[in-house]
């Protein structure tokens, strides 16, 4: 059975279970059994390349002692003990710390929940999770290529499609900024990894020694807010051979700006941080009172412009809705503009993110220690016969490549124009600059439009009068011949 149809399977046997209520329970259910089984595999692993190995998970709660026998515990002896030994104890894990395996086991299980109700079920969904050796480079190769898709389908969960950024989208904001050996990147809205997963490989392509890929794993950190798309982060970069990701389960906004020092500063962000989003009073009050707000977006975009070195590099997703803002988003565009380098933005069409919403959205790209001079736009066109972006046809990398030939050779043309910041200035911060080069056809305003329809209306009455009148003359003439 392949492994797709070895998940598929799976997620039939929950719907059969009376605990498990939608696709995200099946979801968040899933990812912990897996999680617990690419755990263990790697300690397989671990215990033959270090001689002293010692798990940080209790004996008796490994998965090997538990769940790899096909004819071990089942029935509700399986479930008493998932609910009353393997939860409670993983989750209150003593003397584990930060930065270790056991932290991990202890951060993932810390918000997660056993939701079926029936060990015998549990038991065949162990049964077939047990037919993936995470150990196989031909399994793991594999189960890789669903997870990308089984992350790629959060778009259509609910709201857990927040968590998800496109492969192509993760992978252009990389390439552009470009994270170097020796360089801490980070993403403090982390989701489920993909900004992480893309910079790992990115950087790994430039190593050529063991040392030098311990140290791009030690260079690569997050943060994520919730629970499932923290667990579904960690369990990613662990395919990616990151023996211990650090990725903390926190919110990222919590801590008050004036707090962070020297050690806390990056080299590279590439992140998509949740729009539409609100914070309580209480997160707000962490940041200066000039750029208070209620909006997620906007104080990722402080914490973002704190946390970068001097010639660091951002590359953020961000909605329409910053670019035109006013108020408090004036004041951190006007901060922005003058402490880094806000050196372009691509405008990205509608439907990039959908089915989860379909707000547009743009990347801005900028460097930070120096002040903007001027902004190059790029209006990133549909594919050649498309007219949208759909769960079946979504975004491709090679769709970028229009934007990585003009990157370093800038010109306008019909998809790229620039703006003088002195522009920028006297249109009072309005970044939401349209392409001047468009060929569009304007369309009509509202009032206007309706006035052409009931002009319409009425000449077409008008018409089917005269026609009435000129039948009945006819008629008459007719009748008297």
């Keep these: 059975m392949s492994i797709s149809n070895a998940i598929k399977s799976i997620q039939d046997i929950m719907r059969q279970d009376s605990g498990v209520d939608g696709d995200a329970q099946r979801i968040a259910q899933l990812v912990w059994m897996i999680f617990l089984k690419i755990y263990a595999d790697k300690e397989t692993e671990l215990e033959l390349l270090e001689d002293e190995y010692q798990s940080s998970i209790p004996e008796e709660l490994r998965w090997h002692n538990w769940a790899s026998n ?29 930065g270790t395996r056991g932290h991990i086991v202890k951060e993932v299980f810390r918000d997660s929940f056993n939701y079926m109700k029936s060990g015998t079920l549990i038991r065949q969904i162990v049964n077939k999770i047990n037919a993936i050796d995470f150990n196989s480079s031909e399994d793991r190769h594999l189960f890789n290529d669903f997870y990308e898709t089984f992350l790629k389908d959060l778009q259509s969960a609910g709201n857990a499609g927040e968590f998800y950024t496109p492969r192509a989208v993760t992978q252009f904001m990389v390439d552009m900024t470009n994270p170097q050996l020796g360089e801490k990147v980070l993403d403090p809205a982390t989701g489920t990894g993909g900004f992480l997963k893309s910079s790992i490989e990115h950087l790994m392509k430039q190593a050529n020694t063991a040392e030098e890929r311990k140290v791009i794993q030690n260079a690569i950190t997050g943060i994520e807010k919730k629970q499932l798309p923290h667990v579904l982060a960690v369990t990613n970069l662990i395919l ?8 903390r389960h926190d919110n990222s906004l919590s801590r008050p700006i004036r707090d962070y020092g020297a050690k806390d500063k990056v080299d590279v962000i590439c992140t998509n941080p949740p729009f539409g989003g609100v914070e309580e009073e209480g997160i707000q009050a962490n940041f200066p009172t000039a750029f208070r707000t209620k909006e997620t977006a906007d104080l990722f975009m402080i914490l973002i412009m704190t946390l970068l070195n ?3 590099r951002g590359a953020v997703v961000l909605p329409d809705g910053f670019l035109f803002g006013e108020g408090v988003k004036t004041r951190i565009k006007e901060k922005l503009l003058e402490e880094c380098n806000l050196h372009t933005i691509v405008r990205l069409p509608n439907g990039v993110f959908a089915p989860y919403t379909g707000i547009r959205t743009n990347l801005l790209f900028f460097t930070k220690g120096e002040p903007t001079k001027e902004i190059w736009y790029f209006e990133h066109p549909y594919p050649e016969g498309q007219k949208s972006y759909s769960k079946t046809r979504p975004i491709r990398l090679e769709e970028f490549n229009r934007e990585k030939e003009w990157w370093d050779k800038r010109e306008e043309n019909e998809y790229a124009w620039m703006l003088t910041i002195d522009e920028v200035k006297s249109n009072n911060y309005n970044l939401d600059i349209k392409n001047p080069h468009a060929t569009e056809e304007k369309l009509l305003d509202p009032e206007e439009a309706l006035k052409q329809y009931m002009k319409s209306v009425k000449q077409v009455k008008q018409a089917k009068q005269q026609l009435v009148q000129e039948l009945s003359k006819i008629l008459k003439e007719g009748s008297t011949v």
């Design 310 to 312: 001097d010639g660091g």
């Design 240 to 247: 990616h051979d990151v023996d211990i990701p650090n990725i």
């Design 70 to 98: 096909e004819e071990g515990m089942t029935g509700d002896e399986l479930l008493d003990f998932v609910n009353n030994k393997l939860f409670p104890i993983l989750k209150e894990m003593p003397d584990v710390e930060e």
